[in-house]
């Protein structure tokens, strides 16, 4: 009888290259003047996103796009270029939870793509944003994906999760769907990692901020995202995020487009600068959507562009815009 529990117990293991993939990760010193080094542990105080010196913290990146379609950037050559070339302070993966062909149905995959990039942001000493990107709720999916990356990670300062991409509108209610949604995701997150930014999603695509802000989540170290699109989203909706504000909510664009809603048309210049200045002003971090080579304007890669060593000429106008910003804003200017 027992040899066959032995047996049982040798079969049922997990092998070992699993436990490793799985094991905490290292805890390694974040380079010289890195963000990291400069900021250390993020957390939220008084409505702000402050670091461990307590005054405020603005990240400024890029999201990588739906993880299925352009796993190509899902690597560590893309995450270094962005660093060494774009001065990216963060970045953000997002992992797809919606279709046939998400972390819904392939999870160590997904898990595998989310890993790189979180290693390769460590190693950077830069922040990392990890997305389930979905639409729809998917509480049990999301809280196994994330509390393995807490498992995983939840014990270094770079990690910042981000467990509900964008709730839809129709039907959608914070305080009936989605609080509860983040309560239960958050509140499995908390139990393994009790500190680290969680920035959580709201209805209508992550507008509904004002909303949120009345009915707010009760755990620590908790920023909603606010997600706009220039040339659809101006006045209006910051008007809804100065609301958020005013009731006390910390805010963090966790993606924004310079375009429209669509991922498509023109740049909107003057209602971008609107934004990035309104964002700066109010010490609220932003990512632009996004590192992909798909033939639509917010992409910021041309068609069939590698995953690192881009020129000018590999760049959309999205991506030379985006990179000149970053690096200024890396050496202290803002426009
Ligand atoms: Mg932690």
Request: glycine share 6%; net charge negative; no cysteine.
């Amino acid at each position: 009888m027992r040899h066959w529990l032995v047996f049982a117990a040798m079969i049922l293991a997990p092998p070992a290259s699993v436990l490793a993939a799985n094991a905490p990760a290292q805890q390694i010193a974040a380079p010289e003047g890195s963000p990291v080094a400069l900021h250390g542990a993020l957390s939220v105080q008084d409505g702000k996103v402050v670091g461990e010196h307590g005054r405020p913290v603005i990240l400024r990146g890029m999201s990588l796009f739906w993880s299925q379609w352009a796993p190509q950037y899902y690597s560590r050559e893309t995450v270094d270029w962005l660093v060494e070339d774009w001065k990216v302070s963060a970045v953000r993966a997002a992992i797809a939870a919606e279709g046939g062909d998400s972390a819904r149905q392939h999870s160590d995959r997904e898990f595998a793509k989310a890993s790189a990039v979180i290693d390769a942001a460590v190693r950077n000493g830069i922040y990392v944003l990890v997305d389930w990107h979905a639409h729809r709720a998917y509480p049990e999916e999301a809280e196994r994906f994330l509390t393995a990356i807490a498992r995983k990670y939840g014990h270094l300062p770079n990690l910042i999760y981000e467990p509900f991409n964008e709730p839809l509108r129709e039907g959608v209610d914070w305080s009936r769907d989605v609080k509860p949604y983040h309560q239960q995701v958050v509140g499995a997150i908390r139990a393994i990692d009790p500190d680290n930014l969680v920035i959580v999603g709201s209805p209508s695509w992550s507008q509904d901020v004002d909303i949120a802000a009345k009915d707010p989540l009760g755990f620590a170290n908790v920023a909603y995202t606010l997600h706009y699109y220039a040339a659809t989203h101006k006045e209006a909706l910051r008007a809804k995020a100065d609301a958020a504000l005013a009731e006390g909510a910390a805010l963090m664009i966790t993606e924004f487009g310079t375009v429209e809603a669509t991922g498509d048309g023109d740049i909107d210049i003057e209602s971008s600068n609107a934004w990035w200045d309104w964002a700066e002003e109010n010490d609220i971090s932003w990512l632009n959507w996004s590192i992909t080579d798909k033939d639509e304007t917010s992409a910021a890669l041309k068609p069939g562009t590698g995953p690192s060593g881009w020129t000018d000429a590999d760049l959309t106008e999205n991506g030379k815009l985006l990179r000149a910003r970053l690096r200024a804003a890396a050496e202290g200017k803002q426009r």
